[in-house]
């Protein structure tokens, strides 16, 4: 089976971010994504030298399209494994596939003891773990809806927060040279025992990086996801 219709896909283990998912995210992530962003898209990136040569760190982008997440993980030194809201393992194909990429299932209305689990086990492998503190796509020009989850999980783990701002991935060009994605990477924040510190400058941080404004409303959050 290329899937396992039973198993618990928000428990992870170290020994499951391996050489084979780590392949597979390359092939798919780094070739695949890569020379279509690069083509159709335009990419440009900034700020490859503010990422830690060690794992311990989380990935946290602002987030404007589905094309975010392979995006990330095409760019990063490591492998990454982002959370995927629960109800896509539902899907047969699309549970094979996000799996193979190394997502995790998480109930985005409660952070439970697995997520916390499965994230200490990802600081134990080679990779680094990845979240969207908007928690699903935003409105261009606007940050809002910011989870605080990111923060507290920093603390637990004891990881830094880096923050990526990404600008133009909203745009579904098709036409080679048509977009323009512009990906610029901050430097690290460190985790707080106050997780709120580390939120606020979460959010600075990606006002600088996108030049976009933050809202404490949920108007810059669209309900296609």
């Known amino acids: 089976?290329?899937?396992d219709k039973d198993k618990n896909y928000t428990k992870r283990?170290?020994?499951e971010f391996n050489i084979w998912r780590r392949i597979f995210q390359f092939f798919i992530c780094k070739i695949f994504y890569m020379i279509r962003l690069k083509l159709i898209y335009r990419l440009k990136i900034e700020g490859l030298e503010n990422i830690p040569k060690d794992n311990a760190y989380i990935v946290c982008p602002n987030h404007l399209s589905t094309l975010d997440p392979p995006m990330m993980v095409g760019i990063m030194p490591r492998g990454v494994s982002f959370m995927a809201k629960k109800e896509l393992f539902d899907i047969p194909f699309i549970r094979w596939w996000i799996d193979w990429l190394g997502a995790f299932a998480v109930n985005r209305e409660s952070l439970g003891p697995s997520t916390i689990k499965t994230v200490m086990e990802i600081k134990k492998s080679e990779w680094?773990?990845?979240i969207f503190p908007q928690g699903t796509r935003g409105v261009p020009g606007i940050i809002s809806s910011v989870n605080k989850g990111f923060a507290g999980l920093?603390?637990?783990t004891k990881c830094a927060v880096?923050?990526?701002g990404i600008t133009g991935t909203e745009e579904a060009r098709h036409l080679p040279f048509s977009g323009k994605v512009t990906v610029k990477i901050g430097k690290?924040?460190?985790y707080d025992e106050n997780p709120d510190v580390v939120v606020q400058k979460w959010i600075?941080?990606?006002q600088e990086l996108t030049g976009f404004e933050y809202v404490e409303n949920d108007l810059g959050v669209k309900n296609a996801e």
């Open 1 to 3: 089976m290329f899937w």
């Open 13 to 15: 283990t170290a020994s």
């Open 128 to 130: 680094v773990f990845g």
């Open 154 to 156: 920093a603390k637990i």
């Open 162 to 164: 880096l923050p990526v």
């Open 188 to 190: 690290p924040i460190p």
């Open 204 to 206: 600075e941080a990606i």
